[in-house]
């Protein structure tokens, strides 16, 4: 939801909505550059630390893979990815000043990290299950990776969706 269409909710008139946003408008505009940095670099570490996040939950999702049966593993990992996905989204969100070339290129960036790590999880995870001479993973890394891939953008592409249609509603 915007702060026009929040704002809006709360019964601001139309001058006094076009007012406020005018002046938080110019103070972005008149932000001083180190300011501009600083905002750069925080989301940046935020996108490094839910990479880092990511990479630790396809470790953790290797005992996983040894021990359950396919439809429990993609239950698990359409959850992982859903939580994972949202906390991406709300870190996107959050830094909403960002322009949308950066809000784009960080979510292929995320998007991709997170498709490679559970798809070199997934190998590794056959790997070990070779050397133990198991024989419970019927997994194949490719669709373990578009389920997680899929349930992972699911959050962000559904708020941009419910965003396009609350600004069509507003016209």
């Not at 505009?29 to 570490?45: I, S």
């Not at 790997?127 to 490719?142: F, Q």
Request: proline share 4%; net charge positive.
């Amino acid at each position: 939801m915007t702060l026009e269409s929040r704002l809006r909710e709360k019964g601001w008139s139309d001058e006094e909505i076009e007012r406020t946003l005018s002046i938080l408008k110019r103070a972005e505009v008149n932000k001083p550059k180190q300011m501009m940095f600083l905002d750069k670099v925080v989301f940046w570490f935020g996108l490094f630390l839910a990479m880092l996040g990511n990479f630790f939950v396809a470790v953790a999702l290797i005992p996983i893979f040894l021990a359950v049966g396919s439809p429990q593993l993609y239950a698990v990992l359409a959850v992982v990815g859903l939580a994972f996905g949202s906390l991406f989204e709300i870190l996107l969100r959050d830094i909403h000043r960002l322009s949308e070339h950066d809000q784009i290129m960080s979510g292929v960036f995320m998007a991709a990290i997170a498709i490679i790590s559970i798809y070199i999880m997934v190998r590794i995870a056959m790997h070990i299950e070779g050397a133990l001479g198991l024989d419970t993973m019927l997994l194949h890394p490719v669709p373990v990776s578009a389920v997680y891939l899929v349930s992972f953008m699911a959050p962000y592409v559904i708020f941009k969706l419910l965003e396009r249609r609350v600004k069509r509603h507003h016209q």
